[in-house]
């Protein structure tokens, strides 16, 4: 058996090298490396693969998020309304544009934003609500798009975690995330399920005026050069990440597949011991184990670990060579940088449980069966102790 990697972009590397290489060489051949033909071709590959009218290139998933509130000309001390539980960035960029960040508490089984949670914390000073797709599974779009509809207020798609996932609508119908909400953002970062060879991002919408807005402010505020309309960044894809997307693009469906298939085989193994908690779901209204639907792509494969032994069971897996992840041990409520007087324990009862039981295991398109077996085993032997 090979060494388990979290991540093995190496691996994946090899299947897709002389692709890969090519097109950066190409790159390199033209010296086109900002706002090149290889980001232009990029854009309008990913806003066929999406279906979505505008896909705006940048230089990370944060800035995407960032771009995207400022393209929205949400003002300072406007409330935005997103999950406690997810990455900082998130809320960093709340904070970083003076807005008002309010977190609230999600559901115990997909792990994503409790919509009862959304609709206590609407203010008339309420603006947006940014779910985020969190470990690849969609959050509940057709709730949380009604909800802003009745109160006036903006959607803002945090789809850093679950480029390619299908969002099942209550008709039947299906969206790719991202494509859902006014505005979406994504991150590029290497170990995404999308992942450039570097830094990226993008920021896509269905609204003209809203794309326009996003593409000067991306670029310093220009549409002219040298004429400054807008506020803006510097915020550009370069040219050689855009060709490492372009690909890997053609391949996502398939390596969302290969993390699909890896997560039926985790899940097969570990769906009936007792100290643990399979990744679960509402999949097109109806409760469910995510093994049998494309509404989650796993970027990761996240467990629960009920016995009190989540700490135990890292430390025995690393020792078994066992790579695996803890996201994310203290919730945004608790970081320094966040902590508000606003904000009530009482008020966060799953996201605290899930902190002291929330384990992600290995997780990529070069994952092999016997690999899995070995976790697997690995787990079930501990926990049987």
């Known amino acids: 058996m090979k060494k388990i990697q979290m991540v093995d972009l190496k691996g994946q590397y090899e299947h897709i090298k002389d692709t890969v290489n090519t097109s950066i060489l190409n790159v390199l051949d033209t010296t086109a490396f900002v706002n090149g033909p290889e980001v232009h071709s990029f854009q309008k590959e990913l806003e066929d693969y999406l279906g979505v009218k505008h896909v705006i290139p940048c230089a990370n998933g944060t800035d995407a998020l960032q771009i995207a509130m400022m393209g929205l000309g949400l003002e300072q001390g406007d409330e935005v309304i997103t999950a406690d539980f997810t990455f900082a960035a998130t809320v960093e960029v709340i904070a970083l544009l003076k807005l008002t960040p309010v977190l609230v508490d999600v559901n115990p089984s997909d792990f994503n934003i409790d919509i009862n949670a959304i609709k206590k914390a609407i203010t008339p000073k309420t603006k947006a609500i940014v779910p985020v797709h969190l470990f690849g599974r969609c959050a509940n779009m057709d709730e949380i798009m009604a909800l802003a509809k009745e109160h006036n207020l903006y959607v803002i798609e945090d789809n850093a975690q679950a480029i390619g996932a299908n969002y099942t609508h209550k008709d039947g119908t299906k969206t790719k995330a991202g494509a859902i909400g006014h505005v979406a953002s994504t991150s590029f970062f290497p170990s995404k399920n999308l992942g450039c060879y570097g830094d990226g991002g993008a920021i896509f919408t269905n609204n003209d005026d809203l794309a326009h807005t996003i593409r000067g402010i991306v670029n310093h505020g220009m549409y002219e050069r040298y004429h400054h309309d807008v506020v803006g960044v510097n915020s550009r894809l370069d040219s050689i990440q855009a060709a490492v997307l372009r690909a890997k693009l053609p391949h996502l469906d398939t390596y969302n597949a290969k993390r699909q298939d890896a997560a039926r085989q985790y899940t097969a193994a570990l769906k009936d011991h007792k100290y643990i908690d399979v990744p679960k779901g509402k999949c097109n209204g109806v409760d469910t184990i995510c093994d049998t639907c494309d509404c989650h792509v796993f970027h990761q494969y996240t467990i629960k670990i009920t016995n009190g032994r989540r700490d135990e069971l890292v430390k025995h897996l690393?020792?078994?060579?066992?790579?695996?992840?803890?996201?994310?041990?203290?919730?945004?409520?608790?970081?320094?940088?966040?902590?508000?007087?606003?904000?009530?324990?009482?008020?966060?009862?799953?996201?605290?449980?899930?902190?002291?039981?929330?384990?992600?295991?290995?997780?990529?398109?070069?994952?092999?069966?016997?690999?899995?077996?070995?976790?697997?085993?690995?787990?079930?032997?501990f926990l049987n102790d």
Do not use: W
Request: with cysteine; proline share 8%; glycine share 4%.
């Open 318 to 381: 690393n020792e078994q060579g066992i790579p695996c992840g803890v996201y994310y041990p203290i919730p945004l409520h608790k970081q320094k940088a966040y902590q508000d007087d606003r904000y009530n324990e009482a008020d966060f009862p799953v996201t605290n449980q899930l902190i002291q039981e929330v384990m992600s295991l290995p997780m990529h398109t070069e994952l092999e069966n016997d690999q899995i077996e070995f976790i697997t085993t690995t787990i079930k032997e």
